[in-house]
Structure formats: structure tokens, C-alpha cells
Nanobody, 119 residues
Framework: QVQLVESGGGLVQPGGSLRLSCLVS????????MGWYRQAPGNERELVARISSRGTSVYADSVKGRFTISRDNAKNTVHLQMDSLKPEDTAVYYC?????????????WGQGAQVTISS
């Protein structure tokens, strides 16, 4: 059974930094495209950043230049480094794993980590 567990959320002042981690268990990370999504109250869940199994990354325009996604296949972990945080970054952040190597490959989600940016 594949499980994703996020960690590293919290409360930080505007301009600060946080590093989210997503630990994948039950399957090797290397076969998955990984993504970070977020959902603020009253909003739909949106893509923040994703990284392919080959290491190609894509970012939402709102976080380009401030966030960095990375993966460590040896540790089955994906990170999201968030710098220059803004109040509008406040949301629950979710990690997703998607096996794109097979047609209609399975997707798995973590339980979410709260990130709050406030002074």
C-alpha cells in the first residue's frame, strides 16, 4: 500500500521560509511523477509545482522564483523549499504521486500540511 506523509508545515512571518517534505512508502519513488498542490479556504486545489520521474520541474506562475521542488529517490522523499513567503501562500499543501509509466496509472495523495503566513 502506497502512503504519502507530508511534514514541515507551520506558521511563519511574511518573507520567511519553510521546507515541506513528502515521504513515500510502499513503492519506490523513482517510478512516480510527484507534485505539490495547495488549497486555501474557499478555493479549489491548485498545482504549485511538480517534478517528473526524470527530474523535470514545472511551477505555477505565482511561485516561480520563490519555490523549489526537488526529489531524493534514494530517500523516497520529495521536498518543496518555499522562500519569500507571502500571506497568499497560506493553504493546506498536499503531496501527490502519479505513476505515469502505465496508462491510467494510479495517483496517491498525502493528508496535507498546513502552511500559514502571517505577522
Amino acid at each position: 500500500q502506497v502512503q504519502l506523509v507530508e511534514s514541515g508545515g507551520g506558521l511563519v512571518q511574511p518573507g520567511g521560509s519553510l521546507r515541506l517534505s513528502c515521504l513515500v512508502s510502499g513503492s519506490p519513488l523513482r517510478i512516480y511523477d510527484m507534485g505539490w498542490y495547495r488549497q486555501a479556504p474557499g478555493n479549489e486545489r491548485e498545482l504549485v509545482a511538480r517534478i517528473s520521474s526524470r527530474g523535470t520541474s514545472v511551477y505555477a506562475d505565482s511561485v516561480k522564483g520563490r519555490f523549489t521542488i526537488s526529489r531524493d529517490n534514494a530517500k523516497n522523499t520529495v521536498h518543496l523549499q518555499m522562500d519569500s513567503l507571502k500571506p497568499e501562500d497560506t493553504a493546506v499543501y498536499y503531496c501527490k504521486a502519479h505513476n505515469t509509466r502505465i496508462i491510467e496509472g494510479p495517483e496517491y495523495w498525502g493528508q496535507g500540511a498546513q502552511v500559514t503566513i502571517s505577522s
